[in-house]
């Protein structure tokens, strides 16, 4: 967190509305960013929008990507774990008489970043997430106490193709080379290839522990991926959703033709 509490010391932002909720705090309102660069928007799990910005491995500027705007902060649910799933949080100490709209810019920029007002910065290897007050628009009256959610309008730029933009993305942190990581969830596994092939390959790994085995998790048929393979690694009471399994593999193939 830096800075001090001043929700007039930023500039205008411009951005085109996405959706303005109902007079209650927004249910879900969520930006994914993606490799490519793509982000979409989702307001009560319905996607309302996408813009595109640089690819995530090449980032060589701040973005405004949206903002949320609450007409006070008492209004807000309390946060609740168990309800409101997440990753990592951050905190801003707003003071507890402070009773006006704050409007909360969501920037995305190339690692590290720090807030340019009061806010917080999440640092990630190639990317930062930035979340900071700026100055409140000029709403309709209308609106003017209900929770506002916008997409910023950065317009579509040249598309990257999701192989090359996971490849990219993974290479700039880990080197040109094949690559097992697991997922966010910790349950399944992902094999990136050093480059695209020309069909979808065939995974083998032969491990140290005789009771472990691999299950493959088949792709779509219309979006069977040329540069990765998404498995499970099981032992003898199947699927092994907790314990990190990777230590054990001796060697890996990757069976398909360049």
Known sequence: MSGSFSPLSNEQLVLTPNEVANDHPLQSFKLSAHTTGVIHGYTDGVRKGTIQVEPLYALTKLTCIGIVSIPQVSRLDLLNKAKHRHDTEATLEIPENFQERLTFAIELGFSPQEPQSFGVGLNYELYSVVVRVVPNPNFPAEISEHFVSEMGNSGLQNQVDIASAELAFFQRIHGRTALVFREDSGEAYIMMAPAPMVRPPKLTI???????????????????????????????????????LRQYITSIQLDAER
């Open 206 to 244: 032969e491990f140290k522990r005789p009771d472990l085995r691999i299950e493959i998790i088949p792709f779509s048929e219309s979006k069977k991926p040329t540069h990765k393979v998404r498995f499970y690694i099981c032992d003898r009471g199947g699927r092994n959703k907790t314990e990190d």
